[in-house]
């Protein structure tokens, strides 16, 4: 409750730090904003290449979109686990990057991580309305589904901030953990099906490896997104109740973390 308390005292500083994001992330750049759509553009093209183009790999026909584009397959996936990783690592960073705000001043240091989780989702926001404009061109249903996948989008958001919330604050008793982070984060991509379908595991991992590759959150956030935009049909009910759980543990676990271990931050920052 005395967090909360102090993060509505804080709030018109929450909204002067995510306006000093979102006004100096891409200052005196050319391109802009556009910068944010051609970083998962030139991961999706690499990805396509490699495996679409040299190792053959063809995804699912929608059902019932009827899209049957590798490409679109790909960004329905990367740009949801952008944002996770985007978040995470600069959530890692918020604390230790305001180290001298920290050390002078006291106000709710939450707010450090909330204006770069409220920044990564502005910039979510643009990637994946441009994604729907395409699929919607490309004749995908997903018009019905926008607000659906909206509220996915919060959902995710949710799920992120608890890890950025946990990771601001341990990274600063343990700074190795950016390096380590780096590691899981690419880890964690390469077992979460972004670049293949789920049915690749099925039959070639020992059951319990494959059910926890199956119900990692990340995998069930992305597999929810595809069935949305590119299938075109809401998600199995199952699917989004586990969801909803996993954000709220997430965001509550990672809250706790910060509020046990900010009680040092100004003398170990």
């Known amino acids: 409750m005395q967090q909360l308390e102090e993060l509505q005292r804080s709030k018109n500083l929450l909204w002067n730090l995510t306006l000093r994001e979102l006004r100096s992330k ?3 750049s050319f391109l802009g904003w556009a910068w944010s759509m051609l970083n998962p553009l030139s991961n999706m093209l690499i990805y396509w290449f490699v495996f679409g183009v040299v190792f053959g ?23 949801p686990w952008g944002f996770f990783s985007l978040v995470t690592n600069l ?3 918020s604390l230790i990057g305001n180290a001298g705000l920290v050390r002078k001043v006291h106000f709710a240091w939450e707010t450090l991580v909330f204006s770069q989780v409220i920044f990564s989702f502005v910039q979510f926001c643009i990637e994946m309305s441009l ?7 490309a004749g995908s249903p997903i018009l019905q589904w ?7 989008m919060l959902l995710l958001t949710v799920y ?12 600063v008793f343990f700074r190795d953990l950016r390096y380590l982070w780096t590691i899981i984060i ?16 099925d039959g070639k991992l020992p059951p319990f490896l494959e059910f926890v590759m199956h ?25 989004a109740v586990y969801l909803i759980v996993v954000a709220i543990v997430s965001f509550v676990s990672g809250w706790a973390i910060f509020a046990k271990l900010s009680r040092r931050l100004a003398e170990e920052v």
Do not use: K
């Open 26 to 28: 891409y200052r005196r």
């Open 57 to 79: 790999a063809t995804p699912p026909v929608g059902d019932p979109s009827g899209v049957n584009n590798y490409a679109f397959y790909l960004l329905c996936g990367i740009l």
């Open 91 to 93: 959530g890692l960073g």
């Open 131 to 137: 994604l729907c404009v395409v699929l919607l061109a």
């Open 146 to 152: 926008i607000p659906v996948a909206f509220l996915m």
């Open 160 to 171: 992120a901030a608890g890890f950025a919330l946990a990771l601001s604050a341990s990274a």
């Open 186 to 201: 690419q880890v964690l991509f390469f077992a979460t099906p972004i670049i293949y379908s789920p049915d690749r595991l």
């Open 215 to 239: 119900w990692n959150p990340m995998a069930v956030f992305i597999h929810s997104f595809r069935q949305l935009l590119y299938h075109g049909r809401t998600p199995e009910l199952v699917n």
